[in-house]
């Protein structure tokens, strides 16, 4: 059954802690990207990868970094430099092609800071 | 610069009447648009993008160029149809692949 698989579902971190959110897909896709969902604020784009080894800095980067060395695998580190880590955290993948057909999206990463 | 406007937090309806969330975009190209939806406790999925021109769900949304605006509509409301809603816009070479969404609209259908 493909598609994208975001663990853990909760996570808690204390301050100044680094945290790293895993996002895995099997769609074969290969663009990769990491948004972060607060109420009032709906989605903004932390970072994106449109291929191994590559990846560029999205809206909000600051405080977070990533790495692309597999295909399939696209993880997130929220590091105690991000001043407001707490927040619902969704990665998306899509094929890469000229037009855009959409995203997959993962079923999310809560993260609270305690 | 891209940018997406949902100047509607919160929408409420009753079942049965008209619904329409807007949708207004800022961008010099040709961009591609798209609707996601979020149900309670489901992941984002695609509802529908312009350039398909396709009736998801009984939801239409039409691209208006000089007005920037792609707003979705639905003829009759269902319960079900209670969600998030978020506009999203991509656009250019560079930029094809990135999707930037606006703020979402909580839709909520009153029986």
């Known amino acids: 059954d493909g598609g994208i698989t975001q663990s853990p579902k909760y996570l808690f971190r204390k301050e100044g802690q680094n945290v790293t959110l895993s996002c895995e897909q099997n769609l074969n896709h290969d663009a990769m990207y990491w948004y972060r969902q607060d109420p009032g604020q709906g989605l903004r784009l932390i970072y994106y990868?449109?291929?191994?080894?590559?990846?560029q800095k999205g809206d909000i980067a600051e405080g977070y970094s990533v790495s692309r060395e597999k295909k399939e695998s696209f993880p997130l580190t929220v590091t105690s430099a991000q001043k407001n880590p707490t927040a619902f955290y969704l990665c998306?993948?899509?094929?890469?092609?000229?037009?855009?057909?959409?995203?997959?999206f993962g079923s999310g990463t809560r993260l609270t800071v305690v | 610069a891209q940018r997406v406007t949902q100047p509607e937090k919160l929408l409420s309806v009753f079942k049965g009447a008209p619904v329409e969330l807007k949708c207004n975009y800022s961008y010099s190209g040709s961009p591609e648009l798209f609707w996601y939806v979020q149900y309670s406790r489901q992941r984002l999925q695609l509802l529908l993008r312009h350039i398909s021109r396709e009736s998801i769900k009984g939801f239409t949304a039409d691209l208006n160029k000089g007005e920037t605006s792609f707003h979705l509509k639905k003829p009759f409301a269902q319960e079900e149809d209670s969600a998030m809603y978020y506009c999203a816009l991509s656009g250019g070479i560079q930029g094809a692949q990135k999707l930037v969404f606006g703020q979402g609209t909580r839709l909520t259908i009153n029986p």
């Open positions: 998306a993948s899509s094929k890469r092609q000229r037009r855009n057909y959409g995203y997959t």
């Open positions: 990868s449109q291929i191994v080894n590559d990846f």
